[in-house]
């Protein structure tokens, strides 16, 4: 069975307008192509193509989440903000939430995106699946947008994939830089759906995803923030894989693993400041994979969030592809390799191993008492 490859061309029409990194143009900033514009993922499915690795894939086209679907996760009157934006001149649907003419119906097939990635490996029709989403979902709240994401892709296909086929136990691991607080808001109570976050401390949200934050009432122990310090490149990302997650994941044995995968732990990323490969990104996909593979037939389904290189996020992506398929393109080498081989990638710092070990004895501390 082959991998699958979900996009839509609308997804690269959704227009967040102009801007400068984050922000909008203002009265020092001049107007330029807004952080979060098309070319980084539009360049996922160039290179797919162009190196000829999309037929060994499975193209699979989104169907629009109905409303019923995206109420899994928001509350209606944010649901008709946004639509609302988007029948008008777009505008912010909470913060840094952008919404551009036509984004309601685009973020609809976003969600469906992930919602029909679901149903693709459930249905046996592929082995695993990635899905080019995009808008994003992770920092979208049940109440509000937020930082470019409008509605949460991820929570509302847990959400879905529980309701029609039954799962009891569901693993979100979102590995984008960011934290996913409106995933972690999404099932903080809830001890069915595991979510785990590995992201760059103090970043965005700053005030989310602390280490002692562990889940409440039920969920308590079913939520598992790994914040990172600055610097951390592929040897502190296996290392928090191998001590935290893989452990916690072996315990709970996941029927389905749905990823956040957010490709701005990069080395080249300009909201973040890591060190992650693009081999590196193949290395964390491997252990994932093998995670699935595991627990639930591997049952997979990665979910694009952030990335904001577009020269780089191409081949991040190809290789965390080419690790859920198990083959490998013609691209054999990373064209980068030659200017990022003198980092400290692949070396695990002090301070990076004390940050994961800091969550593993929180974890196993939690557990030793329940
Ligand atoms: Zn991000």
Not at 49 to 76: D, W
Not at 256 to 261: K, T, Y
Not at 326 to 351: H, T, Y
């Amino acid at each position: 069975m082959k991998t699958g490859f979900l996009y839509d061309e609308s997804y690269f029409w959704h227009d967040t307008g102009n801007g400068a990194l984050f922000l909008p143009p203002g009265e020092w900033i001049e107007a330029d192509e807004h952080g979060e514009n098309p070319k980084s993922k539009r360049r996922v499915k160039n290179l797919l193509e162009r190196s000829g690795f999309i037929k060994h894939l499975s193209v699979i086209t989104p169907r629009q989440a109905t409303r019923e679907e995206i109420e899994l996760n928001h509350t209606p009157s944010y649901v008709d903000k946004v639509k609302q934006l988007s029948n008008l001149t777009g505008g912010d649907a909470g913060e840094l939430a952008l919404v551009g003419r036509g984004s309601y119906e685009i973020a609809l097939l976003s969600t469906g995106g992930a919602i029909t990635s679901v149903d693709q490996v459930m249905e046996g029709k592929v082995h695993n699946i990635y899905a080019l989403t995009r808008p994003p979902g992770h920092h979208a709240e049940k109440e509000q947008g937020m930082g470019f994401c409008l509605f949460n892709n991820v929570a509302i296909a847990a959400n879905y994939a529980r309701e029609k086929y039954g799962l009891k136990r569901i693993m979100i691991l979102d590995w984008d830089v960011h934290h996913g607080n409106g995933t972690e808001s999404a099932f903080y109570n809830d001890p069915d759906i595991l979510f785990v976050s590995l992201h760059q401390e103090y970043n965005f949200p700053p005030d989310r995803g602390s280490a002692e934050d562990i889940g409440e009432g039920e969920g308590k122990g079913y939520n598992v923030n790994i914040p990172l310090p600055a610097g951390t490149g592929n040897a502190g990302y296996i290392y928090a894989l191998e001590t935290v997650v893989v452990p916690i994941a072996d315990h709970f044995k996941p029927e389905l693993i749905i990823v956040s995968a957010g490709q701005d732990a990069s080395v080249f990323d300009p909201l973040a400041q890591m060190m992650v490969t693009a081999d590196g990104f193949g290395m964390i996909s491997s252990v994932v994979k093998h995670l699935a593979e595991r627990h639930c037939d591997g049952r997979l389904v990665a979910c694009h969030e952030g990335g904001y290189s577009p020269s780089y996020v191409p081949f991040c992506t190809l290789r965390i592809i080419e690790s859920l398929s198990g083959l490998q393109s013609k691209v054999s080498q990373d064209p980068f390799s030659e200017a990022i081989r003198g980092l400290p990638s692949d070396v695990l710092a002090n301070n990076q191993k004390e940050a994961v070990d800091k969550v593993s004895r929180i974890q196993t501390e939690y557990r030793k008492v329940t």
